[in-house]
């Protein structure tokens, strides 16, 4: 896999959700995202077809981190 490929495993399944969904939005740069190859994928799918894909990708094991903030500097 080439290495310049966002890794999405271990996304959080609700921000998966919101970016597919925005890949579907057409003329509205407010609330969509515009990539050819992301709009046409996306668009295949229904909204609930997306939710159980963003729930699948957030299952997976990946190396997202959370870092917790210091409350006090």
Same mark, same amino acid.
């Given at each position: 896999?080439?290495?310049? +490929?966002?890794?999405?495993? #271990?996304?959080? =399944?609700? %921000?998966?959700?919101? &970016?597919? *969904?925005? +890949? *579907?939005? @057409?003329?509205?740069? &407010?609330? #969509?995202?515009?990539? #050819?190859?992301?709009? =046409?994928? &996306?668009?295949q799918y229904s909204n609930a077809e997306? *939710? &159980?894909?963003?729930? %699948?990708? #957030?299952?997976?094991e990946g190396e997202l981190k959370i870092?917790? @903030?210091? *409350?006090?500097?």
């Open positions: 896999i080439d290495p310049t +490929y966002p890794k999405i495993a #271990g996304q959080h =399944a609700d %921000y998966m959700f919101v &970016a597919l *969904k925005a +890949y *579907k939005v @057409e003329n509205n740069q &407010a609330v #969509g995202r515009s990539n #050819g190859v992301m709009g =046409a994928i &996306a668009k997306l *939710k &159980a894909l963003s729930g %699948y990708i #957030g299952s997976l870092v917790p @903030e210091r *409350k006090f500097r």
